[in-house]
């Protein structure tokens, strides 16, 4: 008999909290059938969970089934991680917990974009007052950051255009002055790993996702169930490529940048489209969102060719292009007029799920990675 079965190891006490984690309570019945341990194995290794504060067991819910119930073991909430995104007009921080509730939020607004330095002094203030607040009570194991830029490892930002950081210890200045392990993270990849484990890209993967925020439109990528990093760490960058035009009256900028073709008309602004176009005129804007629409759909098209995904996930300011009803299916009819296999039944494209909530839960993953032993995160 294989000996993890027979004895707790510490590769079952993350492999169990990871379950809970990512599947929330479970009986210990139900640990025991997903883990292939045995019961007193499952029953060792709760106890030292819960011994740890790492999670807390409770009788279930009555039922009428003879016999004795198993106890239903749940990951703990007042173990912390704390999720910040840095863009050009603020600071937004979450507490997440190892459950993924969301205890505590806060937005620091800005006049301008802020330094790294800056970021980490208003981390700091938050997490005092919380401490005297929301979270008197809470264990916190680490900060996850998510950064709209190119992230080399997880700590140095390279290149943050629109922040204006080049090549920024961030998570080192930010354990600095918090006195807590940091780690930092392109945001839409983040997006893309948190919208695969617990949003609509679940049970894929395969998935590619695609955000639109302040700071422009970035780009994650699940292949394998594996976010892809890339030689540099740096894919998904899909809003920095030269977008796809069906129609060369679409073209508005001299970059054809996706993003630069998404911005608002004519590309005389920095703001993105948002549920609104932007333009006065009802016809016009009509016209504006079915543009951008074309290009979006020879944008995923051109994704869906050369990644061979099995699903598109739409975020931010990008997911109200998806449309409903006729909308979305024109959409997605234009985008399997584009691919070399148009008629996947299983092929989707679908709008994020986790809503505002998806950058603060995949940078609490980088957070919760060392206590989980998230070995795909800790590169």
């Given amino acids: 008999m294989d000996q993890a079965s027979t004895t707790p190891g510490s590769d079952n006490l993350p492999r ?94 800005l006049d301008a974009p802020p330094s790294p330095r800056q970021v980490a002094d208003v981390i700091a203030a938050t997490i005092a007052a919380w401490r005297e607040g929301a979270l008197s009570h809470a264990r916190l194991v680490g900060i996850g950051l998510a950064v709209p830029g190119l992230v080399s490892g997880t700590a140095l930002v390279a290149n943050a255009p629109h922040l204006g950081w080049v090549d920024e210890p961030l998570a080192d200045i930010v354990a600095e002055t918090t006195g807590l392990p940091a780690r930092a993270g392109n945001d839409a990849s983040l997006g893309a790993l948190a919208e695969h484990r617990f949003g609509s890209g679940a049970g894929r993967d395969d998935v590619v996702y695609l955000n639109g925020g302040p700071s422009g439109i970035g780009g994650g990528i699940i292949t394998g169930g594996r976010l892809l990093r890339g030689v540099s760490g740096f894919s998904g960058e899909f809003g920095h490529i030269v977008a796809p035009f069906t129609d060369p009256a679409d073209r508005r900028t001299a970059s054809g940048a996706f993003e630069d073709e998404l911005r608002a008309p004519g590309a005389e602004t920095n703001t993105l489209v948002r549920d609104e176009i932007g333009v006065p005129d009802p016809r016009a804007a009509a016209q504006e969102r079915a543009r951008r629409r074309r290009i979006l759909a020879a944008t995923i098209a051109t994704a869906v060719s050369i990644l ?54 995949g940078a609490a993953e980088l957070a919760f990675a060392g206590l989980l032993a998230d070995e795909a995160l800790l590169a």
């Fill in 16 to 109: 169990l909290l990871t379950i809970l984690h990512r599947e929330g309570a479970r009986s210990r019945a139900q640990l025991t059938a997903d883990t292939g341990l045995n019961r007193s194995t499952i029953a060792s290794l709760v106890a030292s969970l819960t011994e740890s504060g790492l999670a807390v067991e409770h009788d279930p819910a009555q039922t009428r089934r003879v016999g004795r119930p198993s106890p239903v073991v749940s990951p703990s909430s007042e173990v912390v991680a704390i999720a910040v995104n840095p863009e050009v007009d603020a600071v937004r921080l979450a507490a997440v917990g190892l459950d993924r509730a969301v205890r505590a939020r806060a937005t620091v607004e």
């Fill in 308 to 361: 061979d995904t099995g699903a598109v996930v739409l975020g931010g300011t990008l997911a109200p292009l998806l449309g409903e009803g006729k909308d979305a299916k024109e959409l997605r009819d234009a985008i399997a007029e584009q691919c070399i296999r148009p008629n996947d039944p299983d092929f989707a494209v679908l709008p994020a799920a986790l809503a505002d909530d998806r950058l603060f839960i």
